[in-house]
């Protein structure tokens, strides 16, 4: 796929954004359908503010237990920016990270809260 390093493995077939539980849900063509949480979207954020510019320097993104989504736009046909009430819109989430995410999701979010707790920081704002 033009302009994409690894070609989608994984499209969705369906995006819903769910305002009042703060989540997103997603129905690949997989089969697969995982709920993301508004909050580890945010902290899992694929942009380089989260990520860093290297390997090593991933942040860990405290006191987002409350935050949501204000949109979802489609970018290409490989992704979607999620802009969150927090003011953060900047990560390009692509259909296979999407898909990734939901499925390590427990694992994810896990070492989430080991990262804050090494930091001694907190989900609360």
């Known amino acids: ?41 945010r902290v899992e954020s694929p942009s380089a503010e989260v990520q860093g510019h290297g390997a090593g320097q991933k942040k860990t993104v405290p006191g987002r237990r409350h935050v949501g989504i204000m949109s979802v736009e489609p970018v290409g046909n490989y992704a979607i920016r999620i802009s969150f009430d927090d003011l953060h819109d900047t990560g390009i989430y692509s259909w296979n990270y ?6 390590n999701q427990e694992s994810v979010w896990q070492a989430y809260l080991d990262r804050l707790e090494a930091e001694g920081l907190s989900r609360d704002p």
């Open 1 to 41: 796929m033009k302009g994409e390093a690894h070609p989608s493995r994984h499209r969705p077939l369906e995006i819903r954004l769910k305002s009042r539980q703060k989540s997103l849900e997603i129905d690949f063509d997989d089969g697969t359908s995982v709920t993301l949480p508004a909050e580890l979207l």
């Open 98 to 103: 999407l898909h990734e995410l939901g499925r």
